[in-house]
């Protein structure tokens, strides 16, 4: 068990000697312990290596020029010249929330950039500010459109945090497939097979083999077969695609650059690196401040107070359960498995830091 | 088989006898036929009835005067003052449309509206401005927050539509829920079982019974199991939710205006009538305007070249299914079913106008 404050030193330690700025790897470093205490740790100390790698490949650019490349009142394009993601989303988020200081709502397409971390923490940034907060990203291409057999979208994650007013906010932070890549690699590794609904295999059978992926299947958008509104996934995956990639002129679907340096980068592209979506919404461009606060509140009230179903405790709201999550790692420490340690230990060595 | 312009006329006529201005007759009967045209007949005819009998039951204000009540240069909270929902929605749609040519973006919170139709035609309003649009509302509640078995949410819709270049635009408008209600009805009369994964009984239990809902079953949110990710069904509804309800002052989730005369306006309630968000953006907020059609057309060639799945013809986009049901219908004709003839028939009669 690792305290957060040794995980969040070695890992703005590890972007320094890399070459970041003391700010910027403060703040990757955050992104990447929220993931761990949010219980998302296929974001956090995991995806180190994968930064580390691509850096040692000349794959990011660690003095990016990040900028406003077109603008309106309310929207920016940015162009995050190919940072870590996490730099760029988060200066992405800052455009956002002071464009909404002037014009109520602020709206940012970032191109150039690359993995962010877990979309909720961007979505999160706007909670402090009193405003709803926005985040979304495309991602590598492993998911198919229906009726397809073909990658062309990644999980495409959405998040949307709403302040309120006694109660913690309401934090919805979901990728638009059933589940998380992360789950299918989890059930590979223990030789188990997985529900059906999450992947096919390369013809667009069903199966409910997690290694499908690796002898031409795809994963499946939230709905996971046409019965269930498969299509419906299929059309919250493509709209993120579209937000995050079209708008600012990165690479949408397939063309998505791969976030780990053992893919090579793609020949062929439509636009500059991966791209996000980020918006931010003054709650006092709806409603005075403490209107909307207690509203909300009641609103809070209301769902919780749903009639729980048989053999279920209490009826959650979204956010509660991360939440719930993060009080409980914060206090008991984060728990890194030996192969990350591993990792870890080794990357340290070679930047001459410390690791234990 | 009727044909579009015998049914808008006949639609027109029924408001304008109802006391609705010309110019408000019109539009309502647009909104009525387009979901005709698209395929969504239980958004269609069907509900003339359900807003003749609000109508003759005092619960929809004819005259009404829908205004700002709080407004940011890219925002405004809209009261419909209890008007019809197609008007209601169609001046706050035309809101955020003049507020995205001043701001870049234009997003507005309808309160004191009712049900206003299919979701996709306010999004596809935006079209001809070369802007994207976004249209949410809340619901009758009959769907289940994950883990409960109250009925707190409506179906919940979301559309978006983008516009392309030589292609026809990206139309997504689809239910947070697996499944439409009018589907379990037409169920339920064939005396079919459903599939798992649509509804559950009051208990919480999984059923496959169309007719649950009268024995205090609910339906459930997209993603249909914890296994497929229902809990991502309830973020997408809950946020519509919010965006519609909170954001304006309508009354949320379980509090919901019935959009039928025969269940009694509620006792309780915590804001105005039913709720809408509508949402416009620019084209060229984001890129210039043939910058952003031509990466567009690029974006749909990419998909629709993507591989069929065995046994399946070709990959769609979204939109695509509606727009050729559209065509078909317009040069085919609208069937309507005896029993709404019936009903359209006794409207015309009492109201005085002709219907064969």
Same mark, same amino acid.
């Given at each position: 068990?690792?305290?957060?404050?040794?995980?969040?030193?070695?890992?703005?330690? /590890?972007?320094?000697?890399?070459?970041? *700025?003391?700010?910027?790897?403060?703040?990757?470093?955050?992104?990447?312990?929220?993931?761990?205490?949010?219980?998302?740790?296929?974001?956090?100390?995991?995806?180190?290596?994968?930064?580390?790698?691509?850096?040692?490949?000349?794959?990011?650019?660690?003095?990016?020029?990040?900028?406003?490349? %077109?603008?309106?009142?309310? !929207?920016?394009?940015?162009?995050?010249?190919?940072?870590?993601?996490?730099?760029?989303?988060?200066? *992405?988020?800052?455009?956002?929330?002071?464009?909404?200081?002037?014009?109520?709502?602020?709206?940012?397409? !970032?191109?150039?950039?690359? %993995?962010?971390?877990?979309?909720?923490?961007?979505?999160?940034?706007?909670?402090?500010?009193?405003?709803?907060?926005? *985040?979304?990203? &495309?991602?590598?291409?492993?998911?198919?459109?229906?009726?397809? /057999?073909?990658?062309?979208?990644?999980?495409?994650?959405?998040?949307? +945090?709403?302040?309120?007013?006694?109660?913690? @906010?309401? /934090? +919805?932070?979901?990728?638009?497939?059933?589940?998380?890549?992360?789950?299918?690699?989890?059930?590979?590794?223990?030789?188990? #097979?997985?529900?059906?609904?999450?992947?096919?295999?390369?013809?667009? &059978?069903?199966? &409910?083999?997690? +290694?499908?992926? #690796?002898?031409?299947?795809?994963?499946?958008?939230?709905?996971?077969?046409?019965?269930?509104?498969? %299509?419906?996934?299929?059309?919250?995956?493509?709209?993120?695609?579209?937000?995050?990639?079209?708008?600012?002129?990165?690479?949408?679907?397939?063309?998505?650059?791969? *976030?780990?340096?053992?893919? @090579?980068?793609?020949?062929? #592209?439509?636009?500059?690196?991966?791209? %996000?979506?980020?918006?931010?919404?003054?709650?006092?461009?709806?409603?005075?401040?403490?209107?909307?606060?207690?509203?909300?509140?009641?609103?809070?009230?209301?769902?919780?107070?749903?009639?729980?179903?048989?053999?279920?405790?209490?009826?959650?709201?979204?956010?509660? @359960?991360?939440?719930?999550?993060?009080?409980?790692?914060?206090?008991?420490?984060?728990?890194?498995? @030996?192969?990350?340690?591993?990792?870890?230990?080794?990357?340290?060595?070679?930047?001459?830091?410390?690791?234990?």
């Amino acid at each position: 068990m690792y305290t957060y404050n040794y995980l969040l030193d070695f890992t703005s330690e /590890v972007f320094k000697k890399m070459g970041c *700025s003391t700010q910027d790897s403060a703040m990757i470093s955050k992104v990447f312990l929220a993931a761990e205490l949010r219980g998302l740790p296929s974001h956090g100390m995991i995806r180190i290596k994968d930064y580390y790698q691509l850096w040692k490949a000349g794959r990011i650019n660690i003095s990016p020029n990040i900028r406003i490349v %077109h603008e309106t009142p309310s !929207t920016a394009v940015v162009d995050g010249d190919g940072a870590i993601g996490m730099i760029a989303a988060t200066r *992405s988020m800052e455009i956002a929330m002071e464009k909404a200081e002037k014009s109520g709502t602020g709206w940012v397409s !970032t191109r150039g950039s690359n %993995h962010f971390g877990i979309a909720g923490y961007y979505a999160m940034m706007a909670l402090e500010r009193d405003m709803i907060g926005m *985040s979304m990203t &495309n991602a590598n291409p492993l998911v198919a459109p229906t009726g397809s /057999v073909s990658r062309m979208m990644g999980t495409n994650p959405i998040a949307v +945090a709403v302040p309120a007013g006694k109660y913690p @906010p309401y /934090v +919805a932070d979901f990728a638009t497939t059933p589940i998380a890549r992360g789950k299918l690699a989890v059930a590979e590794k223990k030789g188990e #097979k997985v529900a059906y609904g999450y992947v096919q295999d390369k013809e667009g &059978n069903p199966s &409910n083999d997690p +290694a499908i992926l #690796k002898e031409g299947g795809s994963m499946l958008t939230l709905g996971g077969d046409l019965e269930h509104g498969i %299509h419906k996934g299929y059309c919250l995956s493509t709209m993120v695609d579209i937000f995050s990639c079209v708008f600012s002129g990165a690479n949408f679907g397939p063309f998505c650059p791969p *976030s780990v340096a053992y893919l @090579p980068v793609l020949e062929e #592209k439509v636009g500059e690196g991966t791209g %996000h979506f980020f918006g931010a919404m003054r709650i006092d461009a709806w409603q005075p401040k403490e209107a909307f606060k207690s509203q909300m509140d009641k609103w809070i009230e209301t769902y919780k107070s749903a009639k729980p179903a048989k053999g279920i405790e209490r009826v959650m709201i979204p956010g509660e @359960p991360e939440r719930e999550k993060e009080e409980r790692i914060m206090k008991e420490g984060i728990p890194v498995i @030996p192969a990350i340690k591993d990792d870890l230990k080794e990357i340290a060595r070679e930047l001459g830091i410390g690791f234990e």
